[in-house]
């Protein structure tokens, strides 16, 4: 334990509701590293990325939702909120993925007034496309479970997890991440995840907390007998200890997963170089966190 006193814990969580499926138990797996580990790591990582990425990242356009309007859901400015989605394919046709952005918070009217004015509270100030790399690559080299399900980023503008609600008429604020959330999961129900035969609610960082925060009502959207999961990928911020404490009950279910690793990274699932780097973060001898906790 002495390698956590101190620090943040990064928490990977999956939250398993099986339904009718098979389930089999997911396995506990405590990885504990120091920052040292993280530095070296990185160096490595840049001289082995190329051997394992093939050819260019897949770039995905981003879609606005028309409809978010009637329904209040808007960006911190009043603006469209949006999505990037890659179409699935062959066995994935009818599997979704759906990764919440993160960026931290807004937390006083001031700073999220000046976060209106970035891409994290205005679709105006958003990327038009986003390379889709680690979970959301197309590339069954970077991405072997998922390469070929529909991949979705649900892109993070109401500065609260996707889950505020409220209205600053003074300084022109729209809190409204609960309706931005719904707004998109409506909006891909339509277009053909409500065909969907499994689904993974995922989330990094803001966008993890947002993934716990929201699992329940994901699962809800789906029969009971199609399988739905959660993963929250560094979503507790929490001392180390008191941490390990508070996610012992909830490891002990057969519905969940908790994979722990400190300071090894701050978000893996969408980095490239976390997501390769050959000596993260393993359960067995699963070299890939997700193929070790999902399948
Ligand atoms: C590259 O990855 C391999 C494992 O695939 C590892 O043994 C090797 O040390 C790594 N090389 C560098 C320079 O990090
Ligand atoms: C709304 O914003 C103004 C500053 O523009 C502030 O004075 C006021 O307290 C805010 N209202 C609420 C309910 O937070
Ligand atoms: C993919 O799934 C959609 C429904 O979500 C269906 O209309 C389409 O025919 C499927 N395509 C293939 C190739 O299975």
Same mark, same amino acid.
């Given at each position: ?182 707004? #998109? =999961? ?6 053909? +995840? ?5 689904? $993974? %609610? @995922? ?69 490239? #170089? =976390? ?6 973060? +393993? ?5 890939? $966190? %997700? @193929?070790?906790?999902?399948?």
């Amino acid at each position: 334990m002495n390698e956590v006193r101190g620090a943040l814990v990064f928490l990977v969580v999956v939250v398993g509701s099986s339904g009718g499926a098979k389930s089999s138990p997911v396995r506990l797996g405590v990885v504990l590293r120091d920052e040292y580990d993280l530095l070296s790591t990185a160096t490595a990582i840049t001289r082995n990325l190329s051997r394992r990425s093939s050819g260019l990242d897949l770039m995905v356009g981003l879609t606005l939702i028309p409809s978010a309007v009637p329904k209040g859901a808007v960006c911190l400015d009043g603006s469209l909120p949006g999505y990037h989605l890659h179409p699935g394919f062959g066995s994935g046709n009818n599997s979704w993925l759906i990764q919440l952005e993160g960026g931290g918070w807004c937390n006083t009217i001031q700073n999220c007034v000046s976060r209106k004015n970035t891409r994290l509270g205005s679709s105006k100030y958003m990327e038009k496309a986003l390379p889709f790399v680690g979970i959301l690559s197309d590339k069954p080299d970077e991405n072997p479970d998922l390469y070929n399900w529909n991949r979705v980023k649900l892109r993070y503008c109401d500065g609260a997890s996707f889950s505020g609600e409220g209205h600053n008429e003074t300084s022109q604020l729209y809190f409204r991440g609960k309706r931005i959330w719904l707004a #998109g =999961m409506e909006d891909l129900m339509a277009k053909g +995840m409500h065909n969907a035969d499994q689904a $993974l %609610l @995922s989330g990094q960082s803001a966008g993890a907390l947002a993934s716990m925060l929201r699992c329940d009502e994901f699962r809800q959207l789906f029969p009971a007998t199609i399988r739905v999961k959660c993963l929250s990928d560094a979503g507790l911020f929490l001392d180390a200890s008191q941490m390990l404490d508070a996610v012992d009950g909830f490891s002990k279910s057969k519905k969940n997963g908790v994979f722990i690793n400190s300071c090894f990274a701050h978000v893996q699932t969408e980095r490239k #170089g =976390m997501w390769f780097a050959y000596d993260s973060p +393993m359960i067995g001898d699963k070299l890939q $966190l %997700l @193929s070790a906790v999902l399948l």
